[in-house]
């Protein structure tokens, strides 16, 4: 197959996927220059639209129509050259005006329609002109999700929150995950004596881009806080940005970050957790391997990666029976599920897995073993492929009546 790519990095959550698929198709990527290389594929670059000024909805609306300009400039040189399929990241604006310029298959990614991430916590609403901004945002995606022919979503609960029409174009697939061998205990302790963190104490982790509410940043303080009463020895690392990106919880705090906030409404000294930046991937990995289990309270998301790169290091994890969760984990096998709120029981299976070595042990290998099994870049360039080949086989009435509708 002769597939066009369109991502908004040249290094990006689809790079792997594109890495093993390119070894029997031929890949065209089209994205932005200055973001990583990507060996092996002809390059087009184009520039994202970014609009700063106006309303919210208009920022919104403009940034996301100004990409899609961009890249169907970009690709305008291609016209008259044929492509098998066409793959692109929906919520971006990548693949709207697509059919303006070819008449390939359109395959579109989509990990939320809108704004699920920004409401996801009730404490914290989102003001009128968000919620404004997130409904245009949202009828943008909606009219491209319904002009592709085949659409791809990482999970069920992804799939659940789009609109109901185009629930038989959707294909279900999560991204690829590097899985290497498991590491043994001497190979862990390694690792921490490396990064500098303790060598023996028991090591909670929480690891995310950024430390907002949505991604329960004060639900897992506040399981710090007990863990430590229950275990006095234990130590706790936190790996991301003190930034919002996705939620609404700034308007209540004003200049107080949301990493302040949890920690002072929790009564945590920032000096009792170790805190690290967002590191270079290969650091970030073994940090995850590093520590004995990693918690996840996410309150809503498509697709966490962090979590799916510790299920690859052998990681147990603690997590939330939200979102896509309880599709990949079984309570008790592979990981550990809480109701998103229950700090106790957070922080109770957080103790088992730090004290109880013949679990943690238990689980980390059946969390490697789902890994290696459903999420490989290898097992994901398959489901991608199934789905390229899918849509490259639709006749051509089929385009044109998505082209019309």
């Given at each position: 197959?002769?597939?066009?790519?369109?991502?908004?990095?040249?290094h990006?959550?689809?790079?792997?996927?594109?890495?093993?698929?390119?070894?029997?198709?031929?890949?065209?990527?089209?994205?932005?220059?200055?973001?990583?290389?990507a060996p092996?594929?002809?390059?087009?670059?184009?520039?994202?639209?970014r609009?700063?000024?106006?309303?919210?909805?208009?920022?919104?609306?403009g940034?996301?129509?100004?990409?899609?300009?961009?890249?169907?400039?970009?690709?305008?040189?291609?016209?008259?050259?044929?492509?098998?399929?066409?793959?692109?990241?929906v919520?971006?604006g990548c693949?709207?005006?697509?059919?303006?310029?070819?008449?390939?298959?359109?395959?579109?990614?989509?990990e939320?329609?809108?704004?699920?991430?920004?409401t996801?916590?009730?404490?914290?609403p989102?003001?009128?002109?968000?919620?404004?901004?997130?409904?245009?945002?949202?009828?943008l995606?909606?009219?491209?999700?319904?002009?592709?022919d085949?659409?791809?979503?990482?999970?069920?609960h992804?799939?659940?929150?789009?609109?109901?029409?185009?629930?038989?174009?959707v294909?279900?697939?999560?991204?690829?995950?590097?899985?290497?061998?498991?590491?043994?205990?001497?190979?862990r302790?390694?690792?921490?004596?490396?990064?500098g963190?303790?060598?023996?104490?028991?090591?909670?982790?929480?690891?995310?881009?950024?430390?907002?509410?949505?991604?329960?940043?004060?639900v897992?303080?506040?399981?710090?806080?007990?863990?430590?009463?229950?275990?006095?020895?234990?130590?706790?690392?936190?790996?991301?940005?003190?930034?919002?990106h996705?939620?609404s919880?700034?308007?209540?705090?004003?200049?107080?970050?949301?990493?302040?906030?949890?920690?002072?409404?929790?009564?945590?000294?920032?000096?009792?957790?170790?805190?690290?930046?967002?590191?270079?991937?290969?650091?970030?990995?073994?940090?995850?391997?590093?520590?004995?289990?990693?918690?996840?309270?996410?309150?809503?998301?498509?697709?966490?990666?962090?979590?799916?790169?510790?299920?690859?290091e052998?990681t147990?994890?603690?997590?939330a029976?939200?979102a896509?969760?309880?599709?990949?984990?079984?309570?008790?096998?592979?990981?550990?599920?809480?109701?998103?709120?229950?700090?106790?029981?957070?922080?109770?299976?957080?103790?088992?897995?730090l004290?109880?070595?013949?679990?943690?042990?238990?689980?980390?290998?059946?969390?490697?073993?789902?890994?290696?099994?459903?999420f490989?870049?290898?097992?994901?360039?398959?489901?991608?492929?199934?789905?390229?080949?899918?849509?490259?086989?639709?006749?051509?009435y089929?385009?044109?009546?998505?082209?019309?509708?």
């Amino acid at each position: 197959m002769k597939i066009l790519a369109i991502a908004l990095a040249r290094h990006s959550q689809f790079s792997g996927i594109f890495d093993v698929l390119r070894r029997k198709h031929e890949i065209t990527l089209v994205a932005p220059d200055g973001t990583g290389e990507a060996p092996g594929l002809r390059s087009i670059p184009f520039t994202p639209a970014r609009v700063t000024s106006g309303s919210r909805s208009e920022r919104a609306v403009g940034s996301f129509l100004g990409t899609a300009r961009a890249v169907a400039s970009a690709i305008e040189p291609l016209r008259g050259e044929r492509f098998d399929v066409v793959f692109g990241q929906v919520s971006f604006g990548c693949t709207h005006e697509i059919r303006r310029v070819l008449g390939a298959p359109v395959v579109s990614h989509v990990e939320l329609p809108g704004r699920e991430m920004a409401t996801a916590r009730p404490e914290f609403p989102p003001s009128r002109e968000d919620i404004e901004a997130g409904e245009a945002h949202r009828a943008l995606v909606d009219q491209s999700l319904r002009a592709s022919d085949l659409i791809i979503t990482p999970s069920r609960h992804a799939a659940g929150l789009l609109p109901r029409d185009v629930a038989p174009r959707v294909r279900v697939g999560m991204e690829g995950f590097r899985v290497g061998p498991l590491r043994d205990a001497a190979e862990r302790r390694a690792l921490r004596q490396r990064h500098g963190l303790p060598a023996d104490a028991p090591l909670l982790g929480y690891f995310g881009r950024t430390l907002e509410a949505m991604r329960g940043f004060d639900v897992f303080v506040q399981a710090a806080r007990e863990v430590r009463r229950a275990l006095p020895g234990a130590e706790f690392l936190v790996v991301g940005e003190p930034v919002t990106h996705y939620g609404s919880e700034q308007a209540a705090l004003g200049r107080e970050s949301f990493k302040d906030f949890a920690l002072r409404t929790a009564g945590v000294a920032e000096h009792e957790l170790m805190f690290r930046r967002i590191q270079p991937f290969p650091v970030y990995r073994e940090l995850l391997a590093a520590v004995d289990a990693a918690v996840f309270p996410i309150f809503e998301s498509a697709g966490h990666w962090s979590f799916f790169d510790s299920l690859a290091e052998g990681t147990p994890t603690v997590a939330a029976r939200r979102a896509f969760f309880p599709e990949v984990i079984r309570d008790g096998h592979n990981g550990l599920l809480c109701d998103v709120r229950d700090v106790a029981n957070f922080a109770a299976r957080s103790v088992a897995l730090l004290t109880i070595p013949g679990l943690r042990a238990r689980i980390g290998r059946a969390a490697w073993e789902t890994a290696r099994r459903d999420f490989t870049e290898e097992r994901a360039a398959a489901r991608y492929e199934a789905v390229f080949e899918e849509a490259a086989r639709l006749p051509a009435y089929a385009l044109t009546a998505r082209a019309a509708g």
